[in-house]
């Protein structure tokens, strides 16, 4: 009976598990796109950086070009007018022309070395501008990469709340359907609910009924009474109006000494509540039609105390079968 039990938690907690597990996808796939698009927002950041330290080094760049143009005019010009002065003194600098050479060919000489200069400082410039122009195509890519996966994340993340939406409303739905199955229930145990012999709560989407051991059997006894039975049959009547819903049946007692009989006596509490619950099945389903398959019949003794067992009270309260009608679509 034990591993019954067992079984149907097992069964319980599987079925509570489906219901969110496509949100869970979802929300995980979602996780992965943000986790995606920080990174891609890092390499545009890191492109746009490197594109604006070029753009810095280009303006130098062409700062220093500016600048070796004038110095290469201004000596352009410092030669022409030596050669015009050379030209005009020809005859009174006669005895400096190697001098007057000397300085013209240092002219000359600092006039190529800003020719190359110039010409190293343009091919500079050309292969930083096709740098430039590489690294605004890779950020053109990279930014274009990053709307897709907006794009995406944005219908990820209301494909998601719309699920969530759709299972929170069907939620609802089910727990309105419990709650009025519950009130069916109730009206066939008004009068032990009103006596106090009976006790009916939902659990989330389950319905679970308490009945105290009076209303079902004689003290120490299996074998239903007839008024257990009358009340068997207005409950039958009422499990049977809820639809293909699974029901566990628990048996429970009190530690109180088992008294021994000649006949029909049971060695242990757990003995007697097993055979309880097992009884009130058998008469479900063979006086009432539920299907066989969707109950359960377990029984826990006095390990499951619903109150302490040092008053009369308590060990009456003790004393009882629980009938847990599980949620709508629960497997046999």
């Given at each position: ?117 110039l010409d190293a400082l ?200 629980v009938l847990v009608v ?7």
């Amino acid at each position: 009976m034990k591993r019954i039990s067992c079984v149907a938690v097992a069964l319980a907690a599987a079925l509570s598990g489906c219901a969110s597990g496509k949100i869970k996808q979802q929300q995980a796939q979602i996780e992965q796109c943000e986790i995606r698009a920080g990174k891609l927002m890092g390499q545009v950041r890191e492109a746009e950086n490197k594109f604006a330290a070029l753009e810095a080094k280009n303006r130098d760049l062409e700062s220093q070009v500016s600048d070796l143009g004038g110095k290469l005019q201004a000596q352009q010009e410092r030669i022409d007018s030596l050669a015009k002065s050379n030209q005009d003194l020809k005859g009174a600098i006669e005895a400096k022309k190697g001098e007057l050479s000397g300085k013209v060919a240092e002219v000359v000489q600092e006039k190529d070395d800003l020719a190359r200069r110039l010409d190293a400082l343009q091919k500079e410039k050309i292969a930083a501008d096709r740098t430039r122009s590489n690294l605004k195509a890779a950020r053109d890519k990279l930014a274009g990469e990053l709307g897709a996966l907006k794009a995406k994340l944005d219908e990820l993340s209301a494909a998601a709340q719309a699920d969530k939406e759709k299972a929170q409303a069907d939620r609802s739905q089910r727990l309105a359907k419990t709650h009025e199955d519950m009130g069916l229930l109730a009206d066939a145990v008004l009068k032990e609910i009103q006596a106090e012999k009976a006790r009916i709560e939902q659990d989330g989407e389950s319905i679970v009924l308490n009945l105290q051991e009076s209303l079902l059997f004689k003290p120490q006894q299996a074998k239903l009474t007839e008024e257990g039975v009358a009340l068997l049959d207005r409950l039958g009547r009422a499990l049977q109006a809820l639809g293909p819903r699974a029901i566990r049946v628990e048996g429970h007692s009190d530690n109180s000494a088992i008294k021994w009989e000649i006949f029909g006596s049971f060695t242990s509490h757990w003995d007697l509540s097993a055979a309880r619950a097992t009884a009130l099945s058998r008469y479900l389903h063979e006086h009432s039609g539920l299907d066989p398959r969707r109950i359960t019949a377990s029984g826990f003794g006095e390990f499951r105390p619903a109150k302490g067992n040092d008053t009369p009270e308590g060990r009456e309260a003790n004393r009882r079968v629980v009938l847990v009608v599980e949620p709508a679509g629960t497997p046999p």
